[in-house]
Every structure is written in structure tokens, then in C-alpha cells.
């Protein structure tokens, strides 16, 4: 079975500032999608990166990008240049790519972010 | 936005009842994912549909049932209403292709609240 650990429940940050939040995975899988995905206090989740293990190129999404680590079996993101607007809750998630992703998204417990003006 | 939505917004029903929730999926996609997430928690894997089939199902009960129709909208169902499926039901769609997953993108949800 995977795990998603996410050990930072909360981090605030000044805007304009760069953050990093932590998540950790646990699998025996070899290929396998890992994503963040961003849920704000209307509470649609919304996709904001996602990496592919195979690839071991960091995926970039304008301010947005990861540290992918895959023998450390870490998966950071960094987000540069805050904005209030990044205030949410951040979710972690992995699926592994065999199977068709029919064991669905594992998710982490989530960090909560608030960006202070 | 995701394209992808669901109905009702808010649900409140007590004990004992059953419930039907609803979901439409992005256009183009021909898979559906339901999730539970309690207040405080992150989404917990019910069970995808893949054309019209239950394809995984995470560690939910037999009284989680779920519907694909032909244009891929679907329901989720939930019998038996206990006070613990108070929570938001999440619905993600996506495309799966040659059994391969891709990016699941979500709906808003539906608060469901158990008296």
C-alpha cells in the first residue's frame, strides 16, 4: 500500500516570499504520477503540478516548482514569489501508473498555507 | 475552473437514509473517481468507474455504490446513512487510455451532513 506523509500541518509565510513544503511517499512501485494539488477555502481542488517518476527533469509550473528526489522518495514544492491568492490548503498525492490508476489517488493529510500581506 | 461539476452543493439527511450525489464529468474524459474527505483531512479513495465499470475501490463498504452512464456523468450512492459518512464527496474525472491513468481534475464537491 502507499503512504503520503505531509509533516508541516501549517506555514505561514510573508507575500512575496519563497516556500517549500515538505511530503514524503512510501512505495514499491516504479512508475508512478505525483502531484500537489491546491484546495482554497471554496474548496475545488485544483491541480498545480504534477511529475512523472520516470522523468527525472523537476516539473516547472510558472511560480510553482518541485524537488523530486525518487530515491529519497521525496517530492517538495517551492513556490516563489508569494501571493495572497496561494493561501489554501496544499495536498500531496501519488497513483501509480500500473493498473490504470485504479486503486485512485492517495493523498497526504495536507499543509495548510497562508500567505500574510 | 475544471469542467467538471456536481450536484447537490449541500445535502443534510439523517440517520439511516440513503443518498444519491451526481457528478459531470470534463468533456472528453471517460473515467470518474469518488472521494470522501472529512473536515480536516485529505481525500480518501472510494471507487473509479472506467466506461461504465468499477475498475478499484478503496476501503469503503458495500453500501458506497456508484453508477457511469453512457456520456460518463455518474453517481455516487450511499445507503444506510451513518454518522460518520458526514464529509465532502469529491468526484474527479480524467482520461484513461490503453489502461494508463492520467490527471485526475476535480469538481467542487458536495457537503453532506448526517443528523
Known amino acids: 500500500a502507499q503512504t503520503v506523509t505531509q509533516s508541516q500541518p501549517e506555514m505561514s509565510v510573508q507575500e512575496a516570499e519563497t516556500v517549500t513544503l515538505s511530503c514524503t511517499y512510501d512505495?514499491?512501485?516504479?512508475?508512478?504520477?505525483l502531484f500537489w494539488y491546491k484546495q482554497p477555502p471554496s474548496r475545488q481542488m485544483i491541480l498545480v503540478i504534477r511529475q512523472e517518476a520516470y522523468k527525472q527533469q523537476n516539473a516547472t509550473e510558472n511560480r510553482f516548482s518541485v524537488n523530486f528526489q525518487k530515491a529519497a522518495k521525496s517530492f517538495s514544492l517551492k513556490i516563489s514569489d508569494s501571493q495572497l491568492g496561494d493561501t489554501a490548503m496544499y495536498f500531496c498525492?501519488?497513483?501509480?501508473?500500473?493498473?490504470?490508476?485504479?486503486?485512485?489517488?492517495?493523498f497526504g493529510k495536507g499543509t495548510h498555507l497562508i500567505i500574510q500581506p | 475552473e475544471t469542467g467538471v461539476t456536481q450536484s447537490p452543493t449541500h445535502l443534510i439527511k439523517t440517520r439511516g437514509q440513503q443518498v444519491t450525489l451526481r457528478c459531470s464529468s470534463q468533456?472528453?474524459?471517460?473515467?470518474v473517481s469518488w472521494y470522501q474527505q472529512a473536515l480536516g483531512q485529505g481525500p480518501q479513495f472510494i471507487f473509479q468507474?472506467?466506461?461504465?465499470?468499477?475498475?478499484g475501490r478503496g476501503n469503503f463498504p458495500p453500501r458506497f455504490s456508484g453508477l457511469q452512464f453512457p456520456n460518463y456523468s455518474s453517481e455516487l450512492n450511499v445507503n444506510a446513512l451513518e454518522l460518520d459518512d458526514s464529509a465532502l464527496y469529491l468526484c474527479?474525472?480524467?482520461?484513461?487510455?490503453?489502461?494508463?491513468?492520467?490527471?485526475?481534475?476535480f469538481g467542487p464537491g458536495t457537503r453532506l451532513t448526517v443528523l
Open positions: 474527479a474525472s480524467s482520461l484513461a487510455l490503453a489502461g494508463a491513468s492520467d490527471t485526475q481534475y
Open positions: 468533456s472528453g474524459h471517460n473515467t
Open positions: 512505495t514499491s512501485e516504479n512508475n508512478y504520477y
Open positions: 498525492a501519488f497513483i501509480a501508473y500500473s493498473g490504470g490508476g485504479a486503486d485512485g489517488l492517495t
Open positions: 468507474y472506467y466506461r461504465e465499470e468499477e475498475n
